[in-house]
């Protein structure tokens, strides 16, 4: 998993340098708050597409390497957390599984043998010495860190090695917010149960680098359903995996036979290159700006019109919105016309809903900021995902001040502190958001 990413990043930069006045003045952080529980949306698309998505997640590595045969664990599937794990961590975790048993149908708990997965939290800086580039990952044949560069010398940890499922481990970070832990969580604990691809063509799911779902999907949990259908078992062949997939999906999600197919096409790997390029670590700010529109001329070039055009206007604003506001807000505004097309990518129009109403902010327009963000908690709550929320609520306060209602500013404002320290983590990174958004505020208008 790349680093994750939460709430509104790269927001319109101030004019000025934040100063004591732009700051906002708090008491004590209220607690941390967390989510109750998951409410997924089922999957809306065709069986005949999800059937195609089945095919390329378990049978292709996020390399492009393919994989000879299914994998998965046979008989039941039993955790043990070591390491030095955060506060909360386990919780979240206890969460994870029992969704994971009653949404996927797996035979899945903590155990106090031997057990077939090893959740370890270390430090991000132990992940960067294996992985440079890694938030967290997952790895066959081991059970601590410590004991990969000899495992991958062995072969041991070569996934198309594989012909079942018997060892993995998963390290997520302990030093990071909870909900990037969480996110962790989902997305490597997925992986080690089921598919180990990623496709950005995928508008419903965490298998997706795009990180704009950060728990796992209705979609999601149909795939792990499906892995551990009865039909299927470790060592089939991709020809045998497809012959039953039509009728266990027809079983499993009798909805999706109703639905028309509308596949997208492939995702060329050179669009990938430029995302990843524009997005990671590496390069300064020309060389990746100039990635984010090779990725758009690409993605223009392909003729399409789904979610992956809107990720690339969505990556060309980030880049670009420190320097030059009107293109990025022509980016924003494009990408969230195509999010808002489909149900599917509620999620992804919060994000962009978001980043447009900072920038209505920064020009002094709080009405226009409360009509995008109308319905974004919402979707933000659905989504679980904390950062958006408290993102989405501390721009909400900002456009209530900016309307003259500082009292319904205010409440908006502390409700929003303890998502924030769940998304964003310490009380210095609650404030420090606190601060960048409220410095959003044209200087005229701050208290």
């Excluded at 790269?10 to 004591?20: A, F, I, T």
């Excluded at 969580?185 to 598919?195: I, S």
């Excluded at 009798?254 to 790997?269: N, S, V, W, Y």
């Excluded at 900016?402 to 303890?418: F, H, I, K």
């Amino acid at each position: 998993m790349t680093t994750p990413e939460g709430g509104v990043s790269g927001l319109p930069v101030s004019d000025e340098m934040p100063s004591r006045a732009a700051q906002v003045s708090l008491p004590v952080l209220p607690p941390m708050k967390v989510f109750a529980g998951s409410a997924p949306l089922a999957p809306t698309r065709a069986n005949a597409e999800i059937a195609q998505d089945f095919m390329d997640l378990s049978f292709r590595l996020e390399s492009g390497r393919s994989l000879p045969v299914l994998t998965r664990f046979e008989g039941p599937i039993r955790i043990a957390v070591t390491g030095a794990p955060a506060p909360g961590m386990t919780d979240d975790l206890r969460r994870l599984v029992t969704r994971l048993r009653t949404e996927a149908g797996l035979d899945l708990d903590f155990g106090t043998g031997a057990n077939q997965i090893t959740v370890q939290a270390v430090s991000s800086k132990k992940i960067r010495q294996y992985l440079p580039d890694a938030a967290c990952f997952v790895v066959p044949g081991i059970t601590s860190l410590d004991q990969y560069h000899a495992a991958r010398r062995r072969g041991d940890t070569d996934w198309a090695q594989l012909q079942q499922r018997d060892r993995i481990a998963i390290f997520v970070p302990n030093d990071v917010s909870p909900q990037e832990s969480r996110d962790c969580l989902h997305e490597e604990l997925a992986q080690a149960l089921g598919p180990l691809n990623d496709l950005y063509r995928l508008p419903d799911s965490t298998f997706n680098d795009d990180n704009m779902n950060t728990v796992l999907t209705g979609f999601d949990m149909l795939i792990l359903r499906a892995t551990y259908a009865p039909e299927l078992r470790s060592g089939m062949t991709r020809d045998q995996v497809a012959r039953r997939l039509p009728a266990l999906l027809a079983r499993l999600n009798p909805e999706g036979q109703r639905r028309a197919a509308r596949p997208l096409p492939p995702t060329p790997a050179a669009w990938i290159e430029a995302v990843q390029a524009a997005l990671g670590p590496k390069g300064n700010i020309a060389a990746r700006t100039a990635a984010a529109n090779r990725a758009l001329v690409i993605a223009r070039s392909e003729g399409w019109q789904d979610h992956r055009l809107a990720f690339s206007h969505f990556t060309v604003a980030r880049l670009v919105q420190s320097f030059d506001r009107d293109t990025a807000f022509a980016h924003l505004t494009r990408a969230l016309r195509i999010y808002r097309a489909r149900p599917e990518t509620a999620p992804h129009a919060a994000h962009v809903a978001a980043q447009l109403a900072a920038h209505a902010i920064h020009g002094g327009d709080g009405d226009m900021a409360l009509a995008l963000l109308d319905g974004q908690e919402g979707v933000a709550r659905r989504s679980e995902n904390a950062a958006l929320l408290a993102s989405v609520q501390m721009l909400r306060a900002e456009a209530l001040e900016l309307t003259g209602r500082p009292q319904d500013a205010g409440s908006v404002r502390l409700d929003s502190l303890g998502w924030a320290r769940y998304g964003f983590g310490p009380d210095w990174a609650v404030r420090a958001k606190l601060n960048e958004i409220s410095a959003l505020r044209p200087a005229s208008v701050r208290g």
